[in-house]
């Protein structure tokens, strides 16, 4: 099985190129099924995700051609409508294709995702919202059997502005007969990169980006071609490693997308420049201990938590950070601990007492983001970090150990 060995405490100094964003091309991937022809997809990111999601595309039987980071679906002959329990239980995005299948057959059969390594995240919005379009959904040996001839706009508003069921209904509602009204909708940039995406597809979207959408749905939709954001996340990645280890400097990034982690990186007093679509930051000779709350956007991503945990190790002085978007997403904890971290967890609060300096020790990656904290504590640790389990980190980050080795890192795989 894959490892990462780290030889930690080296310096980073350099320029790193975004990817495009995770979480915009897997909605998008799943949109192209709403109708038949050709889409292109540009800066897609060469992740282990894209891959099962292609798979997947495969199966209910379209046709795609990947080249590099430009990929082509061809949806004509989708004739399968069924996603398989084996991908969906590796990739709980897969669950995406329940909107599109259901608007564009009258009936779907999705396998239900199962919890995973941060609680069990359940989908009943993505249901609810279904039904209340007027699709009859039913649970069948653990697959979600949606029905409905034509969907019907509503009203839907969610308890929490979850990003998969915004993303679910809207693709669902996109050709519903009337108008969709969602509230609560989460309004993350992936989302309104899906938005803009169903628009130029033909779709009648407004409220784009704010936390009510609407949907007026259309009786067609045609094929179109887009160019994936850049990954956020994985700049919030690299700016924390340059915020603990010197210097570092993201291209093709989108700054308003990262508003509250720069100001977070500003308050450990390392300095930031932002030129265009550039974004670098420079390490301060004391990191300062800031305390983070993880909200929906534009609030500080859960996604960057775990990260931001691993730079607090090594801050002057102790401090907080909460997850109000995922109660239990915490596994890196214990790992971080094992390098010498002091941190400790109660709910969905972690402590964090600031130590002079983390040791290299084998530690086990649990999840995408987990993993990336732990590149991030190895970087930081004095020695050698032995990360087994490093699949998690091939599903969400492109050529992380060939990013972080041009800025001075010392990354290898065993295989
Ligand atoms: C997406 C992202 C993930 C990110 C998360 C929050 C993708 C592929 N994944 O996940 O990286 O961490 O947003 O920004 O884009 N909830 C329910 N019922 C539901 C749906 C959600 O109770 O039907 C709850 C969840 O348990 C969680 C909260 O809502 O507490 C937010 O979840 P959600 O925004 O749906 O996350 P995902 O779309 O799964």
Known sequence: MDKIIIHGGKPLKGEVTLSGAKNAVLPIMAAS???????????????????????????????????????????EHVDTPVAPYDLVKTMRASF??????????????????????????????????????????TLEKGYIHAKAKRLKGNHIRFDFPSVGATGNILMAAVTAHGTTVIENAACEPE???LCQFLNLMGGKITGIGTHKISVEGVKELSPSDVSVIPDRIEAGTFLIAGAALGEVTVLGGEPGHLKVLLEKLEQTGAKIKISGKKISVRKSDVILPVDVTTAVFPGYPTDLQAQWIALMTIAKGDSVVTDTVYHDRFSHVPELNRLGAEIQVSDNVACIKGRKHLVGA????????????????????????????VYHIDRGYEKIEEKFNSLGADITRLN
Not at 35 to 55: A, C, N, W
Not at 104 to 128: I, M, N, Q
Not at 362 to 389: F, N, W
């Open 33 to 75: 099924l709403l109708v038949g022809g050709t889409t292109h997809i540009s800066r897609v990111p060469d992740l282990r995700d894209t891959r099962t999601m292609i798979k997947l595309l495969e199966l209910v039987g379209a046709k795609t051609h990947l080249k590099g980071n430009d990929l082509w679906i061809d949806s």
């Open 96 to 137: 995406y294709v329940l909107g599109p299948l259901l608007a564009r057959f009258g009936e779907t059969k999705v396998s239900l995702p199962g919890g995973c390594a941060w609680g069990p995240r359940p989908v009943d919005y993505h249901l609810r919202g279904l039904e209340l379009l007027g699709a009859k959904v």
């Open 362 to 389: 084998p530690v086990m990656s649990t999840d995408i983001r987990a993993s990336a904290s732990l590149i991030v504590g190895g970087l930081m640790a004095q020695g050698k970090t032995e990360i087994s389990r």
């Open 191 to 193: 989302i309104v990169q």
